[in-house]
């Protein structure tokens, strides 16, 4: 291993290399900074037990885009090697993990989207979601006055379908959803293409399902599920304006997702009562649809009025600041979503029920557009980041220098 004193200090200018690090000539100016910090950290490793990155780094001595794209996605931005760097800036090798690994990140979602003229939706995914958003809502308040002449009326009980057919919705719905999940796939599966260990002669030749990627798959969900690597490697979570941790993005990533899940959970129990039970909207404040809707509305309230909170609030070091537009509004389009559908649950057995339900399907629509092309799409790539690194480190270490 190279001794500190030898590595390349300074990042890369432009694309070209300097011959400093090897392999890297086919790397991108951001690939060639993650190569360099990388080498840095692999002669230092005094990060080594903060997270998934480290760990995954031992088991290379040179950095290939495939393994500058799978790091930057184990990365989950906590902050920690950024607090705990000795040579982060000002030292003169302004090793600064996070940012690297977030510009890099993003090029990735951008890289594997289908169609992949689309990717350059990522450069300007704040403006990619404003621009859904108006769509979105244009789209249904011109429905709601095309099929009712009005969006002010004597109050329908709540009855939804009075306003817009329940075929209807359900067919464009389908449709916008089912495109959003084709495209996150190909994304991911072309992701996983390059990155993936079936390249790896080792696993080809010594793996078995039942040893490695079964219970891979199975630590992968834990570590999802958990949002393990948020805590920062001994459990006390993330840095976010300084050097204290605080477990609260581990907690408001929590609420999200799971207040993600619970309505993406009422929306499949509504489709069986409608369709295998013949129980038709609206349903009691009681019923299973809207105790898991409300449920998980309020974790897409809580959850992103946190994040938000946070990250207005974070340390400027850490991550990308060019993607704050893309943080702030996918944060934001989900907390529309949850008090969108808050005021329509509400105002539903009144006069302004197709004004708030065109408001809420606008921006449902919103979201479900933007799936595959902004912030949504960390958690798929991190997920197969997961999955690929648990593989890994059940591989033998062929370096036998280190490890997890
Ligand atoms: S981030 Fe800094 S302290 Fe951590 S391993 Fe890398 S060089 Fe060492
Ligand atoms: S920022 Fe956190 S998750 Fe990312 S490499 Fe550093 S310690 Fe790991």
Redesign the pocket.
């Given at each position: 291993m190279q001794p500190?004193t030898d590595m390349p200090m300074s990042a890369p200018e432009g694309g070209a290399c300097d011959g400093g690090i090897s392999l890297v000539s086919a790397l991108t100016a951001d690939e060639q900074e993650i190569a360099r910090?990388?080498q840095?950290?692999?002669?230092?490793?005094?990060?080594?037990g903060?997270c998934a990155v480290?760990p995954a780094m031992t088991r290379r001595l040179t950095f290939d885009k495939a393994d500058t794209h799978h790091l930057a996605n184990l990365c989950h931005n906590c902050g920690a090697?950024?607090h705990?760097?000795?040579?982060?800036p000002p030292h003169e090798?302004a090793?600064n993990?996070p940012r690297a690994m977030a510009k890099v990140r993003k090029r990735t979602y951008q890289d594997y989207a289908w169609p992949a003229s689309f990717g350059r939706l990522y450069q300007r995914a704040g403006l990619t979601v404003a621009l859904a958003l108006a769509g979105g809502l244009a789209l249904f308040l011109v429905l709601a006055v095309a099929m009712n002449g009005k969006l002010v009326h004597e109050p329908l009980a709540g009855n939804f379908y009075a306003i817009f057919p329940h075929n209807f919705l359900a067919v464009l719905f389908s449709v916008v959803f089912l495109y959003a999940i084709l495209a996150l796939a190909v994304g991911v599966i072309r992701f996983w293409r390059e990155m993936s260990p079936s390249k790896d002669a080792d696993l080809r030749d010594v793996a078995s399902i039942s040893q490695t990627r079964l219970p891979a798959a199975a630590e992968s969900i834990s570590d999802v599920a958990q949002l393990r690597y948020l805590g920062g490697g001994h459990g006390d979570g993330c840095n976010e304006e300084d050097d204290r941790f605080t477990l609260w993005r581990r907690r408001f990533h929590h609420f999200t997702l799971y207040g993600f899940l619970l309505c993406f959970a009422a929306t499949c129990v509504a489709t069986l009562y409608h369709y295998l039970l013949g129980l038709h909207a609206p349903y009691r404040f009681s019923s299973l649809p809207v105790i898991l809707g409300s449920l998980g509305g309020i974790g897409l309230v809580i959850g992103p009025v946190g994040l938000l909170w946070l990250n207005l609030r974070r340390d400027p070091q850490h991550g990308d600041p060019d993607q704050h537009g893309m943080d702030r509004g996918f944060i934001l389009l989900l907390l529309l979503v949850s008090l969108t559908g808050f005021a329509l649950l509400l105002l539903r057995d009144t006069g302004f029920m197709a004004l708030w339900l065109a408001i809420h399907l606008g921006t449902v629509m919103a979201l479900f557009l933007t799936l595959p092309y902004g912030k949504f799409a960390h958690g798929i790539f991190r997920s197969a980041a997961l999955l690929k690194f648990n593989i890994e480190k059940r591989m033998p270490n062929r370096l036998g220098i280190g490890g997890e």
């Amino acid at each position: 291993m190279q001794p500190l004193t030898d590595m390349p200090m300074s990042a890369p200018e432009g694309g070209a290399c300097d011959g400093g690090i090897s392999l890297v000539s086919a790397l991108t100016a951001d690939e060639q900074e993650i190569a360099r910090v990388m080498q840095i950290c692999n002669a230092c490793r005094y990060c080594e037990g903060f997270c998934a990155v480290f760990p995954a780094m031992t088991r290379r001595l040179t950095f290939d885009k495939a393994d500058t794209h799978h790091l930057a996605n184990l990365c989950h931005n906590c902050g920690a090697c950024l607090h705990a760097c000795q040579y982060a800036p000002p030292h003169e090798f302004a090793v600064n993990v996070p940012r690297a690994m977030a510009k890099v990140r993003k090029r990735t979602y951008q890289d594997y989207a289908w169609p992949a003229s689309f990717g350059r939706l990522y450069q300007r995914a704040g403006l990619t979601v404003a621009l859904a958003l108006a769509g979105g809502l244009a789209l249904f308040l011109v429905l709601a006055v095309a099929m009712n002449g009005k969006l002010v009326h004597e109050p329908l009980a709540g009855n939804f379908y009075a306003i817009f057919p329940h075929n209807f919705l359900a067919v464009l719905f389908s449709v916008v959803f089912l495109y959003a999940i084709l495209a996150l796939a190909v994304g991911v599966i072309r992701f996983w293409r390059e990155m993936s260990p079936s390249k790896d002669a080792d696993l080809r030749d010594v793996a078995s399902i039942s040893q490695t990627r079964l219970p891979a798959a199975a630590e992968s969900i834990s570590d999802v599920a958990q949002l393990r690597y948020l805590g920062g490697g001994h459990g006390d979570g993330c840095n976010e304006e300084d050097d204290r941790f605080t477990l609260w993005r581990r907690r408001f990533h929590h609420f999200t997702l799971y207040g993600f899940l619970l309505c993406f959970a009422a929306t499949c129990v509504a489709t069986l009562y409608h369709y295998l039970l013949g129980l038709h909207a609206p349903y009691r404040f009681s019923s299973l649809p809207v105790i898991l809707g409300s449920l998980g509305g309020i974790g897409l309230v809580i959850g992103p009025v946190g994040l938000l909170w946070l990250n207005l609030r974070r340390d400027p070091q850490h991550g990308d600041p060019d993607q704050h537009g893309m943080d702030r509004g996918f944060i934001l389009l989900l907390l529309l979503v949850s008090l969108t559908g808050f005021a329509l649950l509400l105002l539903r057995d009144t006069g302004f029920m197709a004004l708030w339900l065109a408001i809420h399907l606008g921006t449902v629509m919103a979201l479900f557009l933007t799936l595959p092309y902004g912030k949504f799409a960390h958690g798929i790539f991190r997920s197969a980041a997961l999955l690929k690194f648990n593989i890994e480190k059940r591989m033998p270490n062929r370096l036998g220098i280190g490890g997890e």
